[in-house]
């Protein structure tokens, strides 16, 4: 019910951000070309050709078709990928792409697809600070770059002005490109590049024009993230009021490059894969990708295949888990070597006072975008009217402030109230709010707290009521709450791996905005703008785990993708700031399950000191890919190398969690055993013990249970065997495996997930 109410809201508020994009753009006609892309080996390369690029232009020639006397066009090349995989994508009939397919070097290809993406106190509640930990270790990600591949970016923005940044590290080869309102001397040594890539969108819709031809952002969605991951400090920065303070981003000052790959008239995979090759070119650290493929094998998600060819550059690719929640299996980006991210709460109250005539003073919540009428007004409770969802009966309420009942939609109401003449109203919700979205003055209250107003209201023969708006509390409790859009794991694309990995701060989070896009309603007319914007998504979770990704490198410019997210995952905090365990909105505040939060709540001040990881390499992934039920050609696909082998089969990757998916065995037990590898990266000699917590009907035994490390980067293996004895009927259960160091200095902890091998994942 609640997740309901919310997922109505935040749709309300950002339908473009929510929409969910399905399936293939398949074309009509056997002789109408569409855009598909398609993948080739390189090592097939004839040495006549100069250059791959000469290769794939010469191999669409030969593919040419006889109907074109019809169409008089020929198939044409869109983009040469060469960095994150090798391929190219290009407009193809049927019959062209079946001719493709004979020849040398081809090995898959695909129809284009169209992408869902997924829409400052952060970094207090992270406990990011200037004196210990993550911020002066990496220098605040000084020199650290991150590719967003987004919407575009808002170059104006105060998040990247680039006071106090040095100069632009030399080994960038990225570019400011020029288009449409936006000249090369847009970027400096913060925002260090843009570019944008449309062949895709403009394949797909030949007479198209485009609203905005360049890396500016029309939406708000990629100035939002970027300034994030690693905007600059922007004082007096604030949500019509609230939220206010100096905004940064998670590495203040790390670089940020934008890749302008969605565009209002479509979003389209070759356009996604182009900037992704680019930004791996170029010389990106980090990749954040706040965007998704639903309902996609690996081998035809643009993402996983990009995301391959980066994690073998030593780039993280960190993306967002979508916002389908809160039902089980619906996660976007299930992507073994990347980094899947959740969205909860932040400590942070959006607040409404609201004082009665009797000095009752009671906290609500608000984000009403403006400073409201906050004198003292007649409190009205009518019980003919107090449903408020009568657009009829809410047109004739007298002046003053109008109480309204709970009846389980708080946003429905809200809509309504645009027409009525009450001043304000005051709501009636428990739930966590998500959204910013918030039409008319008035606060919502707890059905607790409004017993006492409406006993006054009923009681005193001129009852009064005020409210005040715009307020801010931080430190509140309980935080985080997982936000019920966050999509649950397993991922659909591969279940045996758990997804997402972690959860980072994703409500109501505050970034810059396009100063000219549409960021609040009052009412159903009045378009309110802004250059700060408080939103909600899984889009905004992304942005923090780049950033502290980004501060990560900074710190361990030696770490591989999978070390910084072992170090991530494996100090995230499974509590809340009232030391429980952490709550899920989208389940009734029930404790959490690693399939909606992951490992946890990231903590980048621990996650600096680890103690363990484990690390993987590209071969541990190929291995991985060996063991799915793959033809060679899907394979190649995604690993686009011949050099790489199925020798050694191991669904078993090093990754730092467990997931046991059980079917029905015979003897009613079902058994399962993980190897593993910990790397000690403390100082030097240490020793850690194991502590298990064992999900419910499960044993679980690890062996050895204690591993000492004689020296630094030094590698020990264990196992953990998951013995299932509980109900069959699919429930999930969960526990954790740590690894406590003897000193206590560092602990590593790893969730462990039994759930039922459900066709649907
Ligand atoms: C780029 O645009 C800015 C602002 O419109 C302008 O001041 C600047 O001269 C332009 N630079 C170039 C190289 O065109
Ligand atoms: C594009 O424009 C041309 C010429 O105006 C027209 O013939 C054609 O039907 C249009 N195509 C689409 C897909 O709208
Ligand atoms: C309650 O509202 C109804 C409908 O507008 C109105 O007819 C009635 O007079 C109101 N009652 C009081 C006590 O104001
Ligand atoms: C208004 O809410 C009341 C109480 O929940 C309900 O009985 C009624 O059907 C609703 N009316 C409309 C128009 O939704
Ligand atoms: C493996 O793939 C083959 C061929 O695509 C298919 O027939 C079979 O059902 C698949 N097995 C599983 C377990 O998915
Ligand atoms: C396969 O595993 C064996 C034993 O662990 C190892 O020696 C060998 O190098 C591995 N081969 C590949 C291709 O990873
Ligand atoms: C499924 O398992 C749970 C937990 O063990 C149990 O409470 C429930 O009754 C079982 N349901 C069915 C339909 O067997
Ligand atoms: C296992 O068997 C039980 C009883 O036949 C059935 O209810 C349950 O759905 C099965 N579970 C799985 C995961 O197949």
């Excluded at 079946?98 to 992270?126: C, M, P, Q, W």
């Excluded at 040095?166 to 090369?184: I, L, Y």
């Excluded at 918030?438 to 606060?443: A, L, S």
């Excluded at 069959?728 to 969730?751: C, F, M, Q």
Aim: net charge negative; charged share 15%; aromatic share 10%.
């Amino acid at each position: 019910m609640m997740g309901l109410v919310n997922r109505a809201l935040l749709l309300l508020f950002f339908p473009c951000f929510l929409l969910a994009f399905r399936g293939t753009s398949s074309a009509s006609l056997e002789h109408d070309r569409s855009t598909y892309i398609v993948h080739m080996d390189k090592s097939s390369m004839p040495k006549a050709f100069a250059s791959h690029h000469h290769w794939y232009s010469s191999t669409i020639e030969t593919v040419k078709s006889n109907h074109d006397n019809e169409h008089q066009s020929s198939p044409s090349l869109l983009y040469s990928y060469d960095h994150a995989f090798h391929g190219f994508s290009a407009l193809l009939s049927k019959a062209e792409l079946e001719a493709l397919k004979r020849t040398s070097g081809f090995v898959s290809a695909y129809n284009d697809r169209v992408v869902t993406i997924d829409t400052t106190h952060s970094f207090e509640f992270l406990s990011l600070n200037p004196v210990t930990g993550l911020w002066p270790a990496s220098e605040y990600g000084k020199d650290v770059i991150v590719g967003v591949i987004d919407t575009g970016v808002w170059p104006e923005s105060a998040s990247f002005k680039d006071d106090g940044m040095t100069s632009v590290p030399t080994r960038w080869k990225g570019t400011c490109e020029a288009g449409q309102e936006f000249n090369s001397s847009m970027c400096n040594s913060k925002l260090i590049g843009a570019r944008y890539f449309n062949k895709g969108v403009i394949a797909a819709n030949p007479n198209v024009t485009l609203s905005m031809n360049s890396a500016r952002d029309t939406q708000g969605h990629g100035t939002h993230t970027s300034s994030t991951a690693a905007g600059n400090y922007v004082e007096g920065a604030s949500y019509f009021g609230y939220a206010e303070g100096t905004a940064r981003g998670m590495a203040p000052q790390a670089r940020v490059a934008m890749y302008k790959v969605l565009w209002d008239e479509g979003r389209y995979a070759s356009d996604v894969l182009a900037g992704m090759d680019q930004a791996v070119a170029d010389g990106v650290d980090v990749i954040s990708i706040s965007m998704g493929f639903d309902d996609v094998p690996l081998y035809e998600d643009p993402i996983a295949i990009a995301s391959f060819g980066a994690m073998e550059k030593g780039v993280l690719v960190s993306s967002s888990a979508g916002n389908e929640g809160p039902d089980l299996g619906k996660l976007h980006n299930g992507i073994p070597w990347v980094l899947t991210v959740a969205a909860g709460s932040i400590d942070r109250w959006f607040a409404g006072t609201l004082t009665l005539g009797n000095g009752l003073v009671i906290i609500g919540w608000t984000m009403f975008p403006a400073r409201g009428y906050g004198k003292s007004m007649p409190l009205i409770y009518n019980k003919t009217i107090s449903s408020c969802n009568s657009t009829t009966l809410l047109s004739q309420v007298p002046f003053g402030v109008l109480i309204c009942d709970d009846i389980g939609s708080y946003g429905d109401q809200m809509s309504s109230l645009s027409s009525t003449t009450a001043i304000a109203a005051i709501l009636i919700a428990d739930e966590i709010m998500e959204s910013s979205s918030f039409t008319y003055p008035g606060v919502v209250i707890s059905s607790k707290d409004a017993i006492a107003v409406i006993k006054y209201a009923e009681s005193d023969t001129k009852p009064t009521a005020s409210i005040k708006y715009q307020q801010t509390l931080v430190g509140t409790k309980p935080a985080p709450v997982v936000a019920s859009y966050t999509s649950r794991g397993p991922s659909p694309s591969y279940p045996g791996i758990l997804k997402p990995d972690v959860m980072a701060p994703g409500s109501l989070v505050l970034a810059s905005w396009i100063p000219n896009g549409f960021a609040a309603i009052i009412s159903s007319n009045i378009y309110l703008a802004t250059d700060h914007i408080a939103i909600s998504g899984t889009s905004m979770a992304c942005p923090h785990a780049s950033g502290i990704a980004a501060l990560l490198k900074g710190a361990h410019p030696e770490w591989s993708p999978a070390a910084i997210r072992s170090a991530m995952m494996t100090t995230a905090n499974p509590l809340d700031n009232t030391q429980r365990e952490i709550r899920d909105a989208g389940q009734d505040l029930e404790i959490a399950t690693p399939l909606a939060m992951g490992a946890g709540h990231v903590d980048p001040n621990r996650a600096l000191h680890p103690g363990l990881i484990y690390d993987a390499t590209p071969q541990d992934y190929v291995n991985l890919l060996c063991s799915m039920n793959f033809t060679q050609n899907q394979i190649l696909t995604i690993t686009r190398s011949t050099t790489y082998t199925c020798s050694n089969v191991s669904s078993d990757l090093n990754y730092p969690s467990f997931i046991v998916l059980y079917t029905n065995s015979s003897d009613g037990v079902f058994f399962q055993t993980f190897q593993r590898i910990a790397t000690n990266v403390g100082d030097g000699a240490a020793t850690y013990k194991a502590k298990v917590v064992a999900p419910k009907g499960s044993v679980v035994t690890v062996s050895p249970e204690t591993l000492v490390f004689e020296k630094k980067y030094e590698k020990k293996s264990y196992s953990l065997s998951v013995r299932y004895m509980g109900d069959k009927n699919e429930t999930v259960t969960y526990g954790s495996l740590t690894w406590i160091e003897d000193n206590g200095h560092h602990t590593a902890r790893s969730p462990i997930v039994v759930a039922p091998l459900v066709s649907v994942w």
